[in-house]
T-cell receptor, first 112, second 115 residues
Framework: DQQVKQNSPSLSVQEGRISILNCDYT??????FLWYKKYPAEGPTFLIS?????DKNEDGRFTVFLNKSAKHLSLHIVPSQPGDSAVYFC???????????FGTGTRLKVLA | DAGITQSPRYKITETGRQVTLMCHQT?????MFWYRQDLGHGLRLIYY???????DKGEVPDGYVVSRSKTENFPLTLESATRSQTSVYFC??????????????FGAGSRLTVL
């Protein structure tokens, strides 16, 4: 049973436009969420996080939104740049267990 | 070198052989994790550890064994490798359990091929 889902395997966006990556989860005990970016042949790198006590967190071009009632989070990248082309994973954590469950990833391609 | 290192980076083995993937971190992080990445499945948790001598199963633990005798090392062993264990394996760590310590830092990965 997939507890964290990223239903879009891929996304293409023009340079300068907004990229929106979505993530859904089923476990209501999850209270901390993270986004990671992964380039080929490298390990995932941390991008941005959000706690369940917030509904928005911003860091430069990256904003994560959390809708707890819908069990949905999204990552907005504005403006998108070619260097943002990578696979993006969302992850969720239940602070009672401290383990992280990842989604299947979305491959973002930013077109120049 | 500071950070989290995995070895070997690439490994080819045969079905039935034992393989050990090593993970070493220099930060003295309490928590360590093993994930595997497969197309269509994303990153799936194999095993994790809260401290030396404390380990627990993740989502896909079958066929794997871990140990953690020292805080800095978390080896993953495939006791009898199968083709379905062909994958890219990532080790990760974090220093604590509070919200501020909730960021996982990953190694560069170990690509394992089982023939």
């Amino acid at each position: 049973d997939q507890q964290v889902k990223q239903n879009s395997p891929s996304l293409s966006v023009q340079e300068g436009r907004i990229s929106i990556l979505n993530c859904d989860y089923t476990n209501s005990m999850f209270d901390y969420f993270l986004w990671y970016k992964k380039y080929p042949a490298e390990g995932p790198t941390f991008l941005i996080s959000i706690s369940s006590i917030k509904d928005k967190n911003e860091d430069g071009r990256f904003t994560v939104f959390l809708n707890k009632s819908a069990k949905h989070l999204s990552l907005h990248i504005v403006p998108s740049q070619p260097g943002d082309s990578a696979v993006y994973f969302c992850a969720a954590s239940d602070s009672g267990t401290y383990k992280y469950i990842f989604g299947t990833g979305t491959r973002l391609k930013v077109l120049a | 070198d500071a950070g989290i290192t995995q070895s070997p980076r690439y490994k080819i083995t045969e079905t039935g052989r034992q393989v050990t993937l090593m993970c070493h971190q220099t930060w003295s992080h309490s928590y360590m994790f093993w994930y595997r990445q497969d197309l269509g499945h994303g990153l799936r948790l194999i095993y994790y550890s809260a401290a030396a001598d404390i380990t627990d199963k993740g989502e896909v633990p079958d066929g794997y064994v871990v140990s953690r005798s020292k805080t800095e090392n978390f080896p993953l062993t495939l006791e009898s490798a199968t083709r379905s264990q062909t994958s890219v394996y990532f080790c990760a760590s974090k220093w604590g359990s509070t919200a501020g310590a909730n960021v996982l830092t990953f190694g560069a990965g170990s690509r394992l091929t089982v023939l």
